[in-house]
C-alpha cells in the first residue's frame, strides 16, 4: 500500500498522502488519532471515531497542534461522569492554558467550551471530583498570590470563592 501511495505521490507532483496517527488515549468510547488538515498543512486535526467511522474532527493548535501525543488529555472536567478533553493550546512557565471541549451525551460529540476555556487560561488548575469544585492558583510575582474556587451551577461554572494572601 505504501508503495502505491508514494507512486500516486511520485507521479502527481504531490507531497505523500498523509496516514492519520494514532494516539495513545485510553476511552471506552472512541479512538483518537492526529491527521493534517490537508496535504499541504501544517495544521492537524483531532479525529474521533467511532469503530470505524470518524464522527468528529477538532482542530489543533498551538503546542497540540505541533506535538500532539501528551498534550491531549481526557478527563471529566465538568462532573457529569462523561470524560472530556483538555487539549493545550499554549504552555507557560509554570502554568498551561487548554481548550476544553465537553463530551455532549446528546449528541455524543464533543463541544468547545470558551468560558471554561478564557475563564481557566493561565493558571494553576486542579479538578477536585470529590467536592466537583474547579480550583485555580496564580502568582503575582513574589508577594501575591490567589486562589479561586469554582462550582456547577446548573451546567454553568460560577465563583464560589476568592481567597489573596500578600505577603509584604
Known amino acids: 500500500m505504501f508503495n502505491l501511495i508514494l507512486l500516486v505521490s511520485l507521479l502527481f507532483d504531490t507531497e505523500f498522502l498523509t496516514v492519520p496517527t494514532p494516539l495513545k488515549i485510553h476511552d471506552v468510547r472512541f479512538r483518537y488519532s492526529v491527521d493534517k488538515k490537508s496535504n499541504n498543512s501544517k495544521d492537524q486535526l483531532l479525529l474521533v471515531q467511532s469503530g470505524t467511522k470518524v464522527i468528529q474532527q477538532i482542530p489543533l493548535t498551538g503546542p497540540a497542534g505541533k506535538q500532539p501525543d501528551g498534550e491531549i488529555i481526557l478527563k471529566d472536567v465538568n462532573?457529569?461522569?462523561e470524560a472530556d478533553l483538555m487539549i493545550t493550546r499554549d504552555r507557560g512557565i509554570v502554568n498551561n492554558a487548554y481548550n476544553y471541549w465537553l463530551y455532549d451525551k446528546r449528541t455524543k460529540k464533543f463541544a468547545l467550551n470558551r468560558e471554561l476555556s478564557n475563564e481557566l487560561?493561565?493558571?494553576?488548575?486542579?479538578f477536585d471530583s470529590i467536592k466537583h469544585q474547579v480550583i485555580t492558583a496564580n502568582r503575582f510575582g513574589c508577594c501575591e498570590h490567589q486562589w479561586k474556587t469554582y462550582r456547577y451551577i446548573n451546567q454553568q461554572l460560577k465563583l464560589v470563592k476568592?481567597?489573596?494572601?500578600?505577603?509584604?
Open 79 to 81: 462532573f457529569d461522569g
Open 121 to 126: 487560561a493561565g493558571y494553576e488548575v486542579k
Open 162 to 168: 476568592t481567597k489573596t494572601e500578600k505577603n509584604t
